[in-house]
């Protein structure tokens, strides 16, 4: 079974340009997540998808920060435009009950 | 804020057992303990959970004890590819926002030949 999808792996862009991540989560996965890892700290969750609806957002910083999940499979996160703070791993997770999450590898985002 | 606490780092030899312990003391009854492992450049790796009962897996067995505020993650036979941050995290059987997982720190485990 393959595992949830991330691209891109790593991204470099100066400050004030814009940036998406995309993630395909495991077919049959209704729950998607997304989360912003700072070097050193835990996972911080942005925001949380049952299907395409957003059903926890409060963690998203919405002056920069936009999601979707078309269709409720795949999701998109977008930045724009990015501060050099926005610099971190972005992880995107599903889950097939809502309990126990699998995590892609991530994508790396440095703001220069 | 994150509700449990856990020791920053441990170091086991390779092939013992791994013991790592995590303190919960304002779990509520309606609470899982979840645990999860993350291995460097990689994104975070479900091992287990379990809400009162000891509860064992092909990866690793979890200890509750009676009052539920505190386990202990147990890996018995650590190898080298065990080395990884290890969270433990509390989260809620309820729907809702309290369904989210509260991240912390986690302990580095170093697994040494």
Redesign the interface.
Same mark, same amino acid.
């Given at each position: 079974e393959a595992g949830?999808v991330q691209s891109p792996r790593y991204k470099i862009i100066e400050k004030k340009q814009p940036v998406a991540f995309w993630c395909n989560p495991i077919s049959g996965h209704n729950t998607l997540y997304w989360y912003r890892q700072n070097l *050193? %700290? *835990?996972?911080? $969750?942005l925001i949380?998808y049952e299907n395409e609806e957003a059903v926890?957002d409060?963690q998203l910083p919405k002056d920069r920060f936009s999601a979707e999940r078309l269709k409720g499979v795949d999701s998109t996160l977008k930045i724009q435009p990015a501060e050099l703070g926005d610099s971190a791993v972005y $992880?995107c997770?599903s889950s097939p009950t809502?309990?126990? %999450?699998?995590?892609?590898?991530?994508t790396r985002l440095t703001v220069t | 804020d994150a509700k449990t606490t856990q020791p920053p780092s441990m170091d086991c030899a390779e092939g013992r057992a791994a013991n790592l312990p995590c303190n919960h003391s304002t779990i509520s009854g309606n609470e899982y303990v979840y645990w999860y492992r993350q291995i460097h450049s990689q994104g975070p790796q479900y091992i287990i959970h379990g809400l009162k009962n000891n509860e064992t897996n092909e990866m690793a067995s979890l200890i509750i004890t009676e009052d539920r505020k505190s386990s202990t993650l147990i890996l018995p036979h650590a190898t080298l590819r065990d080395t990884a941050v290890y969270y433990c995290i509390v989260r809620s059987s309820n729907a809702g926002n309290n369904r989210k997982l509260i991240w912390g720190l986690g302990t580095s485990l170093a697994v040494n030949p």
């Open positions: 949830v *050193g %700290q *835990g996972p911080e $969750l949380r926890d409060s $992880l997770a809502g309990r126990e %999450q699998y995590f892609g590898p991530g | -």
